[in-house]
């Protein structure tokens, strides 16, 4: 026994040192792209023996109930990641409830503190903070509710009992734009111009996907620059403004760096304005890069507008929940972490993007077909 | 007596252009005169413009002694039903009908519930925010909405390619409400009731019928606001607008409108809104980091409630 569960934790060690990158499917109906190996391995998942029946799938969280706090429900990425969790629980027989933080890091905290009272089987947050959900985050400890944190963790020397972390790598969403951008002007031998719509810079968020981007171009300075960053707060009016004022400032400027799908809305439409949202391959395109790949990021690589999209698959991350879920109150054990590299997306495979989903239909999803983390739980259709 | 009174409101408008004008100077030598450049003006006076739009409504309302809240939800709400009529094919110029009619609307509840009830503004204004912002949620499941028909861009437009369709929607409404101010009964009637609503109900004004219209006339903006917005941004979401009450509040205060009602004009609600969004141009033509960005709008903010709680002390003083 003792040799057993020092075999897993050395797993998950494991498993928290090297991360893990997904290569999810962005349908629910098709099976991912294999481009990551051995996923449950690397995940540290421990497979185990399947104890008493399967049980029906619209069973598996009959009288559970999950609390999932989001940090703001007031985008197209919150909302289907909100929704499809949702329809998931629900679909499996439990409870869930939302709670929507509105982007306020002390009511998020708040609302930590008043689920204690609601005694959930798991709650599910996603952090504002890092640092300031913490304490909240303890007293759930103290009160036994075991948490999943979504999309953002918390600090690595934080003292709480997580019981699983899944987690995009931000910083690559960044990372992976500044990459394409690198590239693209060491084919063309034309240092890139880039101007940056941040979001709100006092989430840690936007923090991790501007150090992400600036840290590429940084190190490869004589490739690209980034000669203006404003802040726009995930706002679409005030990325509008962020980006004439900043092109009117900067007319070299020949390269946008977008930092959420919500406010890439307001930044196309500032070059529409401007008269250069220009398709790609034409004189005169302006590179344009952006985060998330939801259904307005599809259609902008559709049209050519947009070049390139850091996938950030909100499905994903709610299937992934919904699934440790079940297998958390079935008894099994869950990896301390799943960690995402992010996939970019083109107009070469902009078709396999989750945005394509019918964002209307959330609830007639079903569950995901994907390899990120495979559910231990024996259950019948 | 008459003439303290013009002195004062001299000095008012005489600071506010020296502000303007300094901050004209400061960022236009720190830009190196990238913002005095046409393109960049137009960038000014369009960012400007739905502050100024939903500013003068905030105006009517703050003349009152109230406060009008509710208008980031009112134009979320409305811009997110205006874009779903739009997606279903409900002809266009019947969607900016609606959308007038939608904004003017909540504006009716709110002066319903101050003007004949009584309510305090404040929290009538701030629970119809929460109410309209969810009930669009609501009815669009939070998602962002796209795919208006092109006809919708128009009014973003620029009228001979020089004037920006949304300056000079805001010009219109500020030589409207310039009009309705200066040289109607109900002008009239409406500082009367902000200034002393007590005498103005001795004197035979119905002083719940003029709070209910200011009301009203905020919604209306918001409505007009949502159409606005709708256009430059050819999509409507529940992001699309963030405090933008308070963009509108500091506008109109910064114009010399006083928060203890029964003062302010229509030409500094518009000075005011286009310093605001000067000061933001500004700040990012020079690349000045958001946290800096910051501290320099929190310090205007900070001198605006300076000068009316000034303004408010010379009062009592005469």
Known sequence: ?381 | MKEKKGRFQFGQMGGLIILAVFITAFFGIATKGVLLSSQNISNILVSASLNGVIGIGMTFVLITGGIDLSVTGNIIMTSLFLGSMMLLGVPWFLCLLMALVIGSMVGLVNGISIGRFGMVAFVVTMAMNNITSGIGKLYTNGLTQYGFPKIHEIICGSLFGVIPGPVLLMAVVAVLAFIILKYTDYGRQLYAVGGNPKAAWMSGINNRRIIMTAYVISGFLCGLGAVLMTSKLMSASSSMVTATEMDAIAAAVLGGTSLAGGVGTVGGTIIGAITIAMITNGLNLMGVSPFAQQIVKGVIIFAVVAIDSFQKSRRSAE
């Not at chain 1, 290569?23 to 991912?32: M, V």
């Not at chain 1, 960690?339 to 902009?350: G, K, L, Y």
């Open chain 1, 1 to 381: 026994m003792r040799k057993r569960i020092l075999l897993a934790a050395g797993l998950m060690i494991a498993a928290m040192l090297t991360g893990c990158s997904t290569g999810a499917s962005n349908t629910p109906q098709e099976p991912a792209e294999a481009q990551v190996e051995a996923v449950e391995e690397e995940n540290g998942q421990e497979s185990k023996d399947v104890s008493g029946e399967p049980v029906a799938a619209s069973k598996l969280l009959e009288g559970k109930k999950v609390i999932y706090i989001n940090s703001n429900v007031n985008d197209d990425w919150n909302v289907i990641s909100t929704k499809y969790l949702e329809a998931l629980v629900k679909g499996a027989g439990g409870e869930c409830i939302i709670y929507n933080a509105e982007g306020d890091s002390a009511k998020q905290a708040q609302m930590v503190d008043d689920s204690i009272a609601a005694k959930p089987d798991v709650l599910v947050v996603k952090p504002i903070d890092q640092a300031a959900i913490v304490p909240a985050l303890q007293r759930l400890n103290e009160a036994g509710i075991p948490i999943i944190t979504l999309d953002m963790g918390i600090f690595k020397d934080a003292d709480v009992n997580i019981l699983c972390a899944i987690q995009t790598d931000q910083e690559s969403l960044g990372a992976i734009n500044a990459q394409y951008i690198v590239d693209k002007a060491k084919e063309t031998g034309k240092k890139a111009k880039i101007v940056t719509v941040l979001g709100d810079m006092s989430s840690d968020l936007a923090q991790m996907r501007q150090r992400g981007f600036n840290e590429v171009i940084e190190a490869n300075a004589e490739y690209a620059e980034v000669l203006a960053e404003t802040e726009s707060k995930w706002d679409p009016s005030q990325a509008y403004t962020a980006v004439k004022d900043m092109m009117t400032a900067h007319p070299e400027a020949d390269t946008v760096f977008c930092c959420a799908d919500g406010m890439g809305i307001g930044a196309l439409q500032a070059l529409n304005d401007m008269g250069k949202q220009i398709p790609a391959g034409e004189e005169g395109h302006i590179t344009f890069v952006s985060i998330d790949c939801d259904p307005n990021g599809c259609k902008g690589i559709e049209n050519g507008f947009i070049d390139q999209e850091a996938e950030h698959n909100a499905a994903l991350h709610s299937d992934i929940a919904f699934k440790m879920i079940v297998d958390y109150v079935n008894g099994y054990e869950l990896p301390e972490h799943v960690f995402f590299q992010t996939t970019a997306r083109n107009i070469e495979n902009v078709a396999d993007a989750w945005g394509n989903l019918d964002v209307k239909n959330v609830s007639g999803w079903g569950w995901m077909e994907q390899d990120a983390y495979v559910m231990q739980t024996a259950y019948t259709e």
